[in-house]
């Protein structure tokens, strides 16, 4: 039998399939390239079909312009029969989902790397107007010994259009959607962050910092709850990996990562951190029974850190009153982790420059006071002292003038 063909592309074999469609393994008849496939058969869209397809090419139009070595690139898009495809580029290698496997953590300088890539990856993405909002392991490929990359740009996107929306289609995968997506607003660049800081927990520490039994319970965790940071259920994870995943992981937009770019630069520090002084990233916890362990330098002491505890966006009455747990106290993600006084601790720790550039007279006035020096009500009173010697002077010499 021929194989089949789609265009000037002759199927080889199928890769795998997904709500959206099927993905084959393809050869490409004119440029003699192997390439991956991505089709969505027309015949199922029953209702808006002509305007689901403009928006299939509209996107894959978008996506084809990116151009970065952790973007998967889009070669072609065409239509055959009831079949609309997207032609992209063949990764040797697996998705995160499956490097992840179920409940199994990566290696913190492994999570940090593919993290730090996607989000230069994401960044790029955005400079240029275009939003994934379908961040998620199983769009992510890695690798061997090679780059991370992220597939499905345009794809993830095109039912984004406000019609589509209001019929309550959810866009994206609920495990790895942010508060704005799950309360039904449009979804911009920084959803993409949030979705990142899901994955980069989840490769952290082996589950999900939201779950539930079902999708409401879920969706109402990743609105309402704040999770334990990761190192208090992974010990190799340093405490700058903390505030970098509370900053992406941030309820209110305003307090979230405004740019991929500022993730990734933090992400790039704590990788060069991990490379220098492995052991020194993270305090080792007391070995002796019962001996109290040393407490996390937050910003804000009062931080409330029980696991998944501290609603952000109380909505009930009965969220009012103090939740008990038996757990002992997690090094947590409180509200606090999401303020500018967070931010602040990242640019400390990171060594890069304050996010709001103090004046000449703050830095000057920060400075810190020595016991030897002299204050300035000193300069004041022997100046003072001064000027009225040299008045008393003037009068006593006029006197004796006149006698």
């Known amino acids: ?64 312009g990116l151009n970065h070595p952790n ?15 997207m032609a992209m580029e063949y990764i040797e290698g697996v ?39 379908d961040v998620k392991p199983a769009n992510i490929m890695v690798v061997p010994n090679g780059p991370a990359k992220i597939t499905d740009f345009g794809i993830a996107r095109r039912r984004s259009s406000s019609d589509l929306t209001q019929t309550g289609i959810l866009l994206g995968s609920p495990k790895y959607m942010s508060p704005e997506q799950v309360i ?57 990996l903390d505030y970098i995943v509370a900053k992406m992981l941030a309820k209110p937009l305003e307090e979230r990562y405004q740019d991929a770019q500022e993730a990734a630069r933090d992400l790039r520090e704590c990788e060069k951190q991990l490379a220098v002084a492995p052991a020194a990233t993270h305090p080792q916890r007391p070995a002796a029974p019962g001996a109290a362990e040393p407490a996390p330098e937050l910003v804000a002491t009062h931080a409330k850190t ?13 969220d009012n009153t103090p939740e008990q747990s038996t757990s002992p106290p997690a090094h947590g993600l409180a509200q606090s982790f999401n303020s500018a006084e967070a931010t602040q601790r990242l640019a400390a720790m990171t060594g890069a420059a304050t996010w709001e550039r103090q004046s000449t007279t703050q830095e000057v006035s920060a400075l810190p006071r020595t016991g030897g020096g002299w204050r300035r009500r000193d300069w004041l009173l022997v100046g003072g002292a001064a000027l009225l010697g040299l008045v008393v002077a003037g009068v006593i010499v006029r006197r004796g003038g006149r006698g």
């Open 1 to 64: 039998m021929e194989p089949p063909q789609l265009g000037r592309y002759t199927i080889q074999s199928e890769l795998g399939r997904g709500a959206m469609g099927v993905v084959y393994k393809a050869t490409d008849s004119v440029l003699e390239r192997t390439v991956a496939i991505k089709t969505v058969n027309m015949a199922f869209e029953q209702e808006g079909a002509d305007r689901y397809e403009e928006r299939f090419y509209q996107e894959a139009r978008a996506a084809a």
């Open 71 to 85: 973007i998967v690139t889009v070669h072609d898009v065409g239509k055959a029969g009831d079949i609309v495809f």
């Open 95 to 133: 998705e995160l989902r499956t490097l992840m496997g179920e409940g199994q953590r990566l290696g913190v300088s492994q999570a940090v790397a593919i993290a730090a890539q996607i989000a230069e990856g994401l960044a790029y993405a955005h400079q240029r107007g275009v939003v994934h909002r």
């Open 184 to 240: 039904g607003k449009r979804a911009d660049h920084r959803s993409d962050i949030f979705s990142l800081g899901v994955i980069v927990y989840e490769m952290l520490v082996g589950a999900a910092p939201f779950n539930g039994e079902n999708v409401t319970a879920l969706m109402y965790q990743t609105v309402n709850f704040v999770p334990p940071s990761p190192s208090s259920l992974n010990d190799a994870v340093p405490e700058l």
């Open 306 to 318: 029980a696991v998944m505890a501290q609603s952000v966006n109380r909505t009930r009455e009965a």
